[in-house]
């Protein structure tokens, strides 16, 4: 018995790094990890909110979410919580639960795209990465448009455009973006949405951090500036409010001219389907949603921004110092991206690179080709581990330079 040919045609990644880890393990040496974007397990439990669920649990929430009044009470606290806090207008039936913002795109690409179909994405970006894995079932492709990083990684109008297609069916952002750090303006933001408007094509913004900027910045979300683009924001717990393992994200698509009725009925029937994306949210975690959106924002998040800017700037001046690194200052996000000015002098590649440092030192980052062309020869790494961690990783990542430098 064969499996679907759209799983025929799927392709995995290999993972470099994983034999050598093993290897490291098994010897016993600890590896100072820092690849993961997870709060929770860099010592930020943000434990106020569990009173929600251990509410919710204690209430008897047990049963089927769609047999619970907790599925549209949470959309309504969504809708509110989204005009609190980001000036953005839904209604309620434009919100869709899911078990994260994973699932959220899962739901998206599976309602929106054919063989063939093309969706353009910001290189260097997350979404070159995992999120679009699974594309070779769907046989549609993703467009990078390159930015770069003396231009602070900020897209270029003109560039966005060269890369639309007759083929073309949404441009996808994430403001701000994983791994830079960037943080997109206003003026940006609508000069796209006034080329997806001209194309007559949807934006996909992915908004997770929208809320963890610094230096007292704030992001604009694309919901608020989208005028009549038809257009769907993501978005979830998972990052400001520290609950990755929750699993609760949800879309919030914007269509006030109705332009787009058939594909917002694709994605609440692929959201609601049978054993599909909100089926698959629990009950406690809903009726906790509810509380939390409702209460929110908290006092919690707003120092987590504080601390991580702290480490921001505590990994800024590292970097400084350390000859052979660059790095463009983040301005929100968990992220950095600095580039090792060694590659392709010391190191062929970032990889290369990589490896070094993991069987040498220990350290393990994120490689950046992995997030696309323009990431070459750079890494990402997080803000988020106190700054006695990244004292020590930043040591060793010294270390491991200077002695590359004087072999050759």
């Known amino acids: 018995m064969k499996p679907s040919l759209r799983w025929e045609r799927y392709k995995t990644t290999k993972n470099t790094f994983l034999p050598i880890i093993q290897q490291l393990e098994k010897s016993g ?37 769609n047999s619970s009044p907790w599925l549209n009470k949470v959309k309504e606290t969504i809708v509110d919580y989204e005009k609190r806090t980001r000036s953005s207008t839904y209604i309620p039936d434009n919100i869709l639960i899911t078990p994260g913002t994973a699932s959220a795109l899962f739901v998206l690409h599976y309602s929106l795209l054919d063989a063939g179909d093309e969706v353009i994405a910001l290189d260097p970006s997350h979404y070159l990465g995992a ?12 467009i990078p448009c390159p930015t770069k990083q003396e231009h602070e990684w900020i897209a270029d109008p003109d560039e966005l455009t060269s890369k639309i297609t007759k083929k073309t069916k949404a441009i996808f952002i994430n403001n701000p973006n994983n791994p830079t750090g960037a943080v997109y303006d206003e003026k940006l933001l609508k ?105 929110a924002p908290f006092e919690s998040s707003r120092k987590f921004v504080i601390e991580l800017q702290k480490r921001r700037d505590y990994i800024m001046r590292r970097i400084d110092e350390i000859e052979g690194l660059s790095c463009v200052r983040p301005n929100g996000a968990l992220y950095a991206f600095p580039q090792v000015e060694l590659i392709p002098s010391v190191w062929k590649s970032d990889e290369e690179f ?21 990431g070459f020869g750079h890494f990402r790494t997080l803000l988020m581990p106190e700054i006695k961690i990244q004292e020590e990783i930043y040591n060793r990542l010294e270390r491991l330079i200077k002695n590359h430098i004087s072999l050759n």
């Not at 990589?354 to 323009?374: A, N, P, R, T």
């Open 131 to 142: 999120p679009t894995s699974y594309w070779s079932c769907f046989r549609a492709n993703v």
């Open 191 to 295: 000069k796209v949405v006034n080329i997806a408007g001209e194309h007559d094509l949807l934006l996909i913004s992915d908004e997770i951090y929208g809320l963890i900027v610094f230096d007292e910045k704030k992001v604009t979300s694309l919901g608020a500036i989208a005028n009549d683009v038809p257009s769907v924001i993501l978005n979830g717990i998972s990052k400001v409010f520290m609950r990755t393992g929750w699993r609760f994200g949800y879309m919030c698509i914007h269509d006030p001219d109705d332009k787009v009725p058939e594909l917002i009925k694709a994605m609440k029937y692929a959201a609601t389907a049978y054993g599909h994306a909100t089926r698959g949210v629990a009950t406690p975690i809903l009726a906790a949603a509810t509380m939390m959106f409702k209460d």
């Open 29 to 65: 040496k600890k590896i100072l990890d820092l690849t993961s974007g997870d709060p929770v397990i860099h010592g930020f439990p943000n434990e106020s909110i569990n009173k929600y669920l251990i509410k919710a649990i204690k209430d008897g929430w047990n049963m089927y979410a």
């Open 354 to 374: 990589l490896i070094d440092l993991l069987k040498e030192e220990q350290v393990l980052f994120s490689s950046g080709s992995s997030y696309g062309k323009q």
